[in-house]
């Protein structure tokens, strides 16, 4: 399998207002952590030195006892340190939390975690998909986010801060991409069996891009061209159907227990990044979801190999 996973992910390469301004809080406090290092450490090196017992003489040497200047210069000065850090830290985040009123023309996502996957819904489009987000470059984009089931947490950290994923309660969060290209994320908050495989792949895209692919997303699932696409939609719509809903397919009901596949053949990931969208990679999901991503809430339907062959045949279809 080719690496899904080759680009920087880190807060140290922001790529976004919001970013830039969390990595530069982190320089800042780094910066001033080091100085505090290295004059603490010198002040110990050079009194383990400078006073060291030469003589081996087993007397105490002049013992003193309280120093008003000494004690109010070293409860002052970590404390003038302090308020610093902490006028920077409040600074940074009124900086990074949207705003009261989203700027104008925002793309607003929904965004729904699940027990592990990444469910993004697109509420002016109508248009579904999941744990691939696409999003065009060089605007805020508004994110709602809630949860189905337990606290998950969003985080694409070139893109902006992290925020937790609450059922019933929605959080609000502004994210942003100065240029086009895939940035990576992954749930933040310990969630359960799949915790480690509930990746978020951002697709940072050309305004004009990103309308092409919204309105690709926006259609229905191609109509069967093949035999074997015929065969897999029968399959779909009379077993995956109960969880997974594909717009196009005779059988779904709009479910979103299992992500919406009506798409799935043009995203480059599945199971939320464990396994590359291949055919090949897709039938080995098909065979046994559970030994690919262990507790996965997709049972093991013990397709025969025909089946799956349809099966991937219809998936797969752009
Ligand atoms: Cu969802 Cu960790």
């Not at 939390?97 to 489009?125: C, I, L, M």
């Not at 609450?166 to 749930?187: F, M, S, W």
Request: with cysteine.
């Amino acid at each position: 399998m080719h690496s899904l996973y080759s680009t920087a992910n880190s807060v140290l390469s922001p790529a976004s207002p919001y970013a830039q301004n969390i990595a530069h809080l982190f320089w800042v406090t780094f910066w001033i952590s080091m100085v505090i290092l290295v004059l603490v450490s010198a002040f110990v090196i050079f009194n383990l030195i400078r006073y060291r017992d030469r003589e081996r003489s087993s007397e105490l040497p002049p013992q003193t006892h309280g120093n008003t200047i000494v004690e109010i210069t070293w409860t002052t000065i970590p404390f003038a340190i302090l308020v610093v850090l902490f006028v920077l830290t409040v600074q940074s985040m009124e900086a990074v939390t949207p705003p009261k009123h989203p700027k104008t023309d925002p793309v607003n996502v929904d965004v729904v975690a699940h027990q592990w996957w990444w469910e993004f819904r697109y509420p002016g489009s109508k248009v579904v998909t999941a744990n691939e987000l696409h999003i065009p470059v060089g605007k805020p984009i508004d994110i709602t986010l809630t949860s189905v089931d337990v606290i998950h947490d969003f985080w694409v950290p070139e893109l902006g801060r992290k925020i937790d994923a609450v059922p019933a309660h929605p959080n609000q969060l502004v994210i942003e991409a100065d240029k086009p290209g895939v940035y990576l994320g992954t749930c933040a908050e310990y969630c359960g069996a799949g915790h480690a495989w509930m990746r978020i792949r951002v697709y940072a895209q050309t305004p004009a891009d990103y309308q092409t692919w919204l309105a690709g997303q926006a259609k229905p699932h191609p109509a069967p061209t093949s035999a074997a696409e015929a065969i897999g939609m029968g399959y779909f719509d009379g077993k995956c159907a109960e969880c997974h809903n594909i717009t196009g397919s005779g059988g779904s009901k709009g479910q979103d227990v299992g992500p919406d596949l009506t798409h799935f053949g043009t995203r480059d990931t599945l199971g939320a990044g464990v396994l590359a969208n291949t055919p090949a990679d897709l039938r080995t999901w098909l065979e046994n979801p559970q030994a690919v991503k262990p507790g996965v809430h997709m049972p093991n339907l013990h397709l025969s190999t025909s089946q799956i062959d349809a099966l991937v045949a219809y998936l797969e279809a752009k």
